[in-house]
């Protein structure tokens, strides 16, 4: 029970090119087709053994959803076939449609029956359902009255009433908070630890590296890798933020050069810096002028612009900045923010470098200089800032090339806690 | 078959579930609840039999009750409002449950189940009110009554065969949707139920014969109305047209299924 296999799966919708034609095939005795197939779906073959928990990944438009509704049933496949052992329960979107006139109650026992429940089995299962739900004395209102994350804690405590053999989910889940997304991922596990199978669809590559151990990732309606969770979410962030990964062996120069701790990027004086992976184009750039920041290089574990830097990794990061003019005393900063906004660490040349000591800049030079810290960082999304500014560093610094948020972070984080920063504690019991 | 029926009875609880909450849905908001489904025809029985037989004093020719043009009224809108009832709710189907069929896989068959069940719920409470209407009025027809049955089961499944064609054509044309709105106006001044057929020019009369609608409501005016068992003749070519028509609803269904949950 539990088991999935798709064979040469291909779907393809009709597209007629006027709204008559299709009237005119249906009636034209010929028989001769008046639509062109627009493919959404292409030879997709995978097995899937019971238990196995399985991250579906792709950008939007991939084909993620038009694969879980064949799955699930509700679409049919123009090639090929899908064959599901067991007792599937699909989390498409918003769940199931709540009418929105009745209570939560009556929707409760509507989605069972839908489910194929009898309504004494759903009697059964609702003190669990409101348990799971937290909804409180808004069981008993309309469901007009929800707030959308209210909606989705129902569909989701209806849903998974009872261990089904197969569990699909799809992006339903991200509307929820994050303490009722991690109670639902917790029955979620407790789920596949019994043998269910696990097909989630995610946006974030954290969850499917976090909760499946395989992840396929669907490009333009072909399986484009299929292998474990992490290798394949490095890939998806990859193709995310557009690193060429075409020429392969650039890549593995690059790397190399990483490696040899070669690390002069070419003194030329051209801003490359919307070039590189991770730019974000929302930067706000500013400052005076009489410096620019020209190119910057992240490096960790040996990786060139890292998909994912795992939390603690010491990381380097290398700003490439060109002086127009001649400066007695010049400072570098850097900062690191979330995304909400938040300033988690910021440090300058002075203050990191040994000793305090200044640096002059002369007219034309162009000057690279490092920072290299342990991200001890949850998983997540960050924003690094750099700053180039001249003066006395003990007192006022005078913008020259400020790039707020002009790039984005991404950890990867295994170890569970709470918060953002990884401050390490231990824990024992001093006395029984 | 066999498995279809198995997860038709597997899923009755969804079913009867449907119906019960499609009846609730109608009045939930409503402070007087269920007693409007009660007064709503119950009003509209008021106004054919009060107006009709006690202010028009308008006579059926050949009927010497009283109430005999109320009851021949009554006879053919009670029963063309269940047949308009159940067309409309299968043109729209598909359309109308498009969230449900595009999100959870369940035996498609439940839909035009519920569609019956919650069509004979609605025509049942209006009928039961005209049927007591009848023993009050003493015009009761007798043991014919029980003639009525056999016609409104075929008239069900001519309303549900052609219901499911138009459903499902709806889904790909919507204009049918609106031409069927069109073309009942039409069936139904056509079809005679506020005039006797006798009115008509005989070529007219005539071509009653080819009118499904214009059988099956003789048929209950022969039963109400003059107390007399139907036509069962007549009927036979219906029953045929209807099965047919069912059979064709089924062909279309799945040989275009994949397509309409695309287009949905």
Avoid at chain 2, 48 to 74: D, H, N, W
Avoid at chain 2, 223 to 231: A, E, N, S, T, Y
Wanted: charged share 20%; proline share 4%.
């Amino acid at each position: 029970m539990g088991s999935i296999s798709v064979r040469s799966l291909g779907k393809a919708y009709r597209q007629y090119p006027t709204r008559w034609s299709r009237l005119a095939e249906w009636l034209s005795p010929l028989k001769k087709p008046r639509h062109h197939l627009k493919w959404v779906l292409q030879d997709l073959n995978f097995e899937i053994s019971p238990g196995e928990s399985v991250g579906i990944m792709g950008v939007n438009g991939a084909g993620k959803s038009t694969l879980l509704k064949i799955i699930t049933g509700t679409t049919h496949a123009t090639t090929g076939n899908v064959g599901i052992q067991g007792r599937v329960a699909a989390l498409l979107e918003l769940g199931m449609g709540f009418h929105p006139d009745f209570t939560g109650r009556q929707n409760a026992v509507m989605g069972g029956q839908l489910l194929g429940y009898s309504v004494s089995e759903i009697n059964a299962l609702m003190p669990h359902i409101e348990e799971f739900a937290e909804i409180g004395a808004y069981m008993d209102e309309p469901v007009r009255k929800y707030s959308s994350g209210m909606q989705v804690r129902l569909a989701f405590a209806v849903a998974t009433a009872s261990r089904p053999d197969v569990l699909i989910v799809d992006e339903a889940l991200s509307v929820g908070d994050a303490r009722f997304q991690a109670k639902c991922y917790q029955r979620v596990a407790s789920f596949t630890r019994e043998g269910t199978t696990l097909l989630l669809v995610s946006h974030s590559a954290d969850d499917v590296v976090k909760h499946c151990e395989r992840a396929i990732l669907i490009k333009g309606g072909r399986i484009e890798m299929d292998g474990s969770s992490r290798d394949v979410t490095n890939r998806y962030l990859d193709e995310l933020f557009g690193k060429q990964r075409s020429n392969p062996t650039a890549l593995e120069s690059s790397v190399a050069e990483v490696a040899s701790e070669a690390i002069t990027m070419d003194l030329d004086n051209i801003d490359v810096f919307a070039e590189r992976p991770g730019y974000r184009m929302e930067e706000y750039r500013w400052g005076h002028g009489g410096a620019e920041i020209l190119d910057y290089r992240i490096a960790a574990a040996g990786e060139l612009y890292p998909s994912r830097i795992d939390s603690g990794c010491v990381t380097d990061f290398h700003v490439k900045v060109l002086f127009h003019e001649a400066y007695e005393s010049v400072v570098a900063g850097f900062l690191i923010k979330s995304l909400e906004g938040l300033f988690l660490y910021g440090i300058n040349s002075f203050l990191a470098g040994a000793g305090g000591q200044r640096m002059s800049a002369q007219a034309g030079e162009v000057k690279v200089f490092k920072f290299s810290m342990p991200l001890r960082l949850n998983a997540g999304d960050y924003l690094v800032s750099f700053g180039v500014s001249s003066g006395d560093p003990r007192q006022e610094l005078v913008p020259l090339d400020r790039r707020y948020d002009s790039v984005l972070l991404k950890v990867g984080c295994e170890k569970p806690f709470w918060g953002i920063a990884d401050l390490d504690s231990s824990f024992e019991v001093v006395r029984p | 078959m066999k498995g279809t029926l198995g997860a038709l009875w597997h899923y009755r609880s969804f079913i009867l579930g449907s119906v019960k909450r499609e009846f609730q849905a109608k009045y939930l908001n409503s402070l007087l609840g269920a007693t409007w489904s009660v007064i709503q025809p119950l009003a509209m029985i008021l106004v054919y039999t009060v107006i009709f037989s006690q202010i028009m004093r308008a006579k059926l020719p050949g009927v010497e009750s009283v109430f005999g043009y109320s009851i021949y009224l009554c006879a053919g809108i009670i029963t063309w409002g269940y047949f308009a009832d159940m067309v409309g709710r299968g043109q729209n189907i598909f359309i109308e449950n498009a969230n449900l069929l595009k999100k959870l896989s369940f035996p498609r068959f439940c839909l035009p189940l519920t569609l019956i069940l919650s069509s004979v719920l609605n025509f049942a409470i209006i009928f039961g009110l005209f049927t007591a209407f009848l023993l009050l009025t003493d015009s009761f027809p007798g043991w014919a009554f029980l003639g009525i049955f056999p016609v409104l089961a075929i008239q069900a499944l001519f309303a549900l065969g052609l219901g499911m064609v138009l459903g499902v054509l709806n889904v790909f044309f919507r204009d049918v949707g609106q031409l069927f709105g069109v073309v009942l106006q039409f069936w139904f001044w056509m079809t005679p139920i506020i005039y006797p057929l006798d009115i008509l020019p005989a070529a007219a009369q005539h071509l009653m014969k080819y009118n499904p609608m214009a059988i099956l409501i003789g048929a209950y005016q022969r039963v109400l109305v003059h107390g007399l068992w139907p036509d069962w003749s007549s009927l036979w070519p219906v029953l045929l047209l209807s099965i047919l028509l069912c059979l064709l609803a089924l062909r279309l269904f799945r040989k275009r299924y994949a397509e309409l949950m695309d287009e949905l």
